[in-house]
């Protein structure tokens, strides 16, 4: 399985691949994966801020427990944010998928249905997509190779893309802004900046984008601080530079998103897996 590089990657006993460019679709962003043995022990999903799109092929399955203990099998959509709290798992055996992350600014109209509708569970894309869900995992299991199944999803998301009208623009234009400053915004300045009320950005954002302004700045703030940690920085410094109060406050919300330490949480696979999946994921991904 080829990376960006040409390289075999393995991290946490996965194979990732990356495409080679960035994809031509503002807002999205992929990766391959193939599982060859088992997933011990369920692997914990750490929340991030964008829509999480997976695409399985091949002839294994996953499955993902929600923190209401309800089971997702095969191809799903999760809106921004999922798996806070640290309950949700995912396993399996044998799985081939294409994860997508895609902005929540351009997630509506490329699934068809906004963040919001998502309602903070997985959603089966046979559920939102009908038959076309059957097809697509038919079509990415008869490809060769990464390079054609990233091409062939590029080539289906562009389709949805400008089958459908685009989201306010004022709530993109607030999404970015929290992901520029890396969650360190004030929520009322961008009300003000806009000429609308709290409550109004408040309810358009929450409409579009599935989370209110609030918490969607503190999952962007985590999700860089949480990065940073993986990355070596002590917590005290990502504490410092991440806009949060002491180091305290940085315990109690990687507490609250992944149910486990700062220190713990350095050793989750599914943060191993990240930096080779995801090497810009210190930066979530915006309209481009």
Do not use: N
């Amino acid at each position: 399985m080829g990376s960006a590089k040409g390289e075999r990657d393995k991290p946490a006993g996965w194979d990732v691949a990356r495409p080679r460019r960035s994809s031509p679709v503002a807002g999205v962003d992929m990766a391959g994966f193939q599982v060859p043995g088992p997933l011990v022990g369920g692997l914990r999903v750490v929340p991030h801020p964008a829509v999480m799109l997976i695409l399985e092929f091949g002839a294994g399955s996953s499955t993902v427990a929600d923190d209401a203990g309800r089971r997702h099998r095969g191809s799903l959509v999760a809106g921004p944010g999922f798996g806070s709290g640290g309950g949700v798992r995912a396993w399996g055996e044998h799985v081939e998928c294409v994860q997508v992350r895609l902005s929540p600014v351009v997630a509506g109209t490329v699934l068809g249905a906004w963040p919001a509708d998502l309602a903070g569970s997985p959603v089966s894309l046979d559920d939102l997509w009908g038959g076309e869900a059957s097809r697509i995992r038919e079509q990415l299991g008869e490809l060769p190779s990464w390079g054609a199944r990233f091409a062939f999803t590029d080539t289906l998301l562009a389709r949805r893309l400008e089958a459908r009208s685009l989201m306010d623009p004022a709530v993109a234009w607030a999404w970015k802004r929290i992901v520029v400053g890396r969650g360190r915004v004030r929520i009322d300045r961008l009300a003000t900046e806009l000429g609308w009320s709290r409550k109004r950005l408040w309810s358009r954002f929450h409409a579009h984008i599935g989370i209110p302004p609030k918490a969607a700045a503190k999952l962007v703030r985590f999700d860089h601080a949480v990065h940073r940690l993986v990355a070596g920085v002590g917590a005290a410094q990502v504490a410092a530079d991440g806009g949060y109060c002491d180091q305290s406050h940085l315990h109690r919300d990687v507490m609250a998103f992944t149910g486990t330490t700062p220190a713990a949480v350095l050793s989750e696979p599914f943060l191993t897996v990240d930096d080779r999946a995801w090497p810009t994921a210190q930066r979530p991904p915006d309209t481009g």
